[in-house]
């Protein structure tokens, strides 16, 4: 079973900022002859990569509530120019919509199981065509 990462897409207001963002670095680097990748700077190396190199995803967490994911491809851990250990979350380039999932803010990231997971959007009947306010509202309700 695939093991994933939750965190925090700060400055994000919503899904089409990521989206915007993706798609920068993904030019940016075709640009610079590499794969069209995101990725994501972390302070902190994943110990458990295998597991989530096996299918796993980055889920985040947009104004309170997890509502999108990418899949991880990479994990790249290096030591930057001020001799800090960091790690680079390579990403696959689509971004995929999920179930709202109410979150509280943290700090850094965290690892999720699978089975706490919010589905992907495409494959709830309906939810994929209702407007982001009223599935937010329904969410909140516990009717989606």
Known sequence: ??????????????????????????????????????????????????????????YWVIKGYVQARQPLIGVEPFTDGEAIGRCNLILGPEVVETELQPRRAFQGWRYLEAKEAPRDLASLSGSADMPLELRRELAELGLL
Do not use: N, Y
């Open 1 to 58: 079973m695939a093991l994933h990462i939750i965190k925090l897409c700060v400055g994000a207001e919503s899904i089409e900022d990521l989206r915007e963002w993706v798609s920068r670095r993904s030019l940016a680097a075709i640009a610079a002859g590499q794969e069209p990748h995101s990725f994501h700077t972390t302070r902190m190396v994943p110990k458990r990569t295998e597991e989530l190199l096996s299918g796993g995803s980055l």
